[in-house]
T-cell receptor, first 114, second 112 residues
Framework: ETGVTQSPTHLIKTRGQQVTLRCSSQSGHNTVSWYQQALGQGPQFIFQYYREEENGRGNFPPRFSGLQFPNYSSELNVNALELDDSALYLC?????????????FGPGTRLLVL | SQKIEQNSEALNIQEGKTATLTCNYTNYSPAYLQWYRQDPGRGPVFLLLIRENEKEKRKERLKVTFDTTLKQSLFHITASQPADSATYLCALEGTGGFKTIFGAGTRLFVKA
């Protein structure tokens, strides 16, 4: 196991609603990234947080926002949900071990927007 | 724009053979390249990382090569087993350690 947990595992929302997804990573993993994975595609980078500050963002609109907390947990918030937001949402924590940076992914939250 | 291409068709091989998966990229100069395994309904699991100045890396039955001139990485699984059946994702990352770009993955089926 990676030590990264996500909740909920599955979620159904309707268009226009707001959703909050949660992630908890291992102690000492200061960096967390969020990804969106559509069916049959690779994960797409949404944004990354380091020590509670956003320090990188992919090509996603501002209605995708996040927070990182001192206890190594984080949130992904999506406002004004659209049908195309239906996907698997993954969080990943990073740790540097020697010369190598490794990402540990959680199991994901499957979001369905109707 | 930056693009990563992996074999879109599934790869079917017989148990015991070597599986070779390809990852090609354009418009990018990655600091390193990673390979992940993903099983249905689960998050990706990190397998191997190779840096831009490395040609080859091995870990048990896995071998990765990285050719920055061809902009290509090959991922080999030797003595493949049915348990190796999964989707394998290639990912690139620049310096600074964020904005990992993933390919769409190649589905591998190993038949007993």
């Amino acid at each position: 196991e990676t030590g990264v947990t996500q909740s909920p595992t599955h979620l159904i929302k309707t268009r226009g609603q707001q959703v909050t997804l949660r992630c908890s990573s291992q102690s000492g993993h200061n960096t967390v990234s969020w990804y969106q994975q559509a069916l049959g595609q690779g994960p797409q980078f949404i944004f990354q947080y380091y020590r509670e500050e956003e320090n990188g963002r992919g090509n996603f609109p501002p209605r995708f926002s996040g927070l990182q907390f001192p206890n190594y947990s984080s949130e992904l918030n999506v406002n004004a949900l659209e049908l195309d937001d239906s996907a698997l949402y993954l969080c990943a924590s990073r740790i540097t071990e020697g010369l190598q940076e490794t990402q540990y992914f959680g199991p994901g939250t499957r979001l369905l927007v109707l | 724009s930056q693009k990563i291409e992996q074999n879109s068709e599934a790869l079917n091989i017989q148990e015991g053979k070597t599986a070779t998966l390809t990852c090609n990229y354009t418009n990018y100069s990655p600091a390193y390249l990673q390979w992940y395994r993903q099983d249905p309904g689960r998050g990706p699991v990190f397998l191997l990382l190779i840096r831009e100045n490395e040609k080859e890396k091995r870990k048990e039955r896995l071998k990765v090569t990285f050719d920055t001139t061809l902009k290509q990485s090959l991922f080999h699984i030797t003595a493949s087993q049915p348990a190796d059946s999964a989707t394998y994702l290639c990912a690139l990352e620049g310096t600074g350690g964020f904005k990992t770009i993933f390919g769409a993955g190649t589905r591998l089926f190993v038949k007993a």
